[in-house]
């Protein structure tokens, strides 16, 4: 029986200006940006499940449509649609690509400030497009690993001043040792089948009362 295959991305491609006002020569331009865009993912095998204009609804329409890979397709300068990202991001990260002719250092800051994962100038080739999208999730994904382990990290630290705090609280009531009033806290959580931060924390409050 062979393997099931992968699931294939879900991806929504946002342009950045919409067609309207542009002369001639920008449409014609944006016009073949786009066709060798969705050349590419579509040969690539991508699911483009939407193309939206980048305004005031576009987080709500991300928020909506639940993909799995933003692609922002700016000619010029990406900010106000970079705006737009954060916010639906914001609650939901997502690997984000934006292909742009725009290589001011400002608008590059901007863009790896907003959470873009691949910033590509004068590189929307349909045969570039999948390479470029594979490495921006593997870099998605060990940006969001290391974000993972830096708040679990944060938490622990927490809760390890949690438990301090509450030690002493043991200690100062009960003329406990360091080692007795943490081997109470540990019996209380246990008792109660909590986390020994939790029961910490219970400490702390019922001291605060008092």
């Known amino acids: 029986m062979k393997p099931p295959s992968p699931r294939t991305l879900r991806i929504v491609v946002v342009n950045s200006q919409?067609?309207?006002?542009?002369?001639?020569?920008?449409?014609?331009?944006?016009s073949r940006r786009n066709a060798a865009l969705r050349i590419g993912l579509l040969e690539s095998g991508y699911d483009i499940v939407a193309s939206l204009p980048a305004d005031i609804f576009l987080p709500g329409r991300i928020a909506q449509i639940q993909p799995d890979m933003i692609i922002i397709d700016s000619e010029s300068d990406a900010r106000d649609v970079l705006e737009h990202i954060v916010i639906a991001t914001r609650d939901e990260p997502r690997?984000?690509?934006?292909?742009?002719?725009?290589?001011?250092?400002?608008?590059?800051?901007?863009?790896?400030?907003?959470?873009?994962?691949?910033y590509i100038v004068d590189g929307l080739q349909a045969e570039r497009v999948k390479a470029v999208?594979?490495?921006?999730?593997?870099?998605?994904?060990?940006?969001?690993k290391l974000l993972d382990e830096l708040s679990d990290t944060r938490r622990q630290l927490a809760d390890r001043k949690l438990?301090?705090?509450?030690?002493?609280?043991?200690?100062?009531?009960?003329?406990?040792?360091?080692?007795?009033?943490?081997?109470?806290l540990r019996n209380m959580a246990m008792n109660r089948k909590l986390k020994l931060a939790e029961i910490a924390q219970r400490v702390l409050d019922v001291e605060d009362l008092l």
């Open 18 to 30: 919409a067609g309207a006002g542009l002369d001639e020569h920008s449409a014609a331009a944006q």
């Open 133 to 144: 999208l594979d490495v921006a999730m593997v870099r998605f994904r060990r940006e969001q």
């Open 95 to 118: 690997p984000i690509v934006l292909f742009t002719d725009d290589q001011t250092e400002s608008s590059m800051d901007a863009a790896l400030a907003a959470g873009v994962s691949a």
């Open 163 to 184: 438990i301090e705090r509450a030690k002493g609280v043991v200690m100062a009531r009960h003329r406990l040792s360091e080692e007795e009033a943490y081997r109470k």
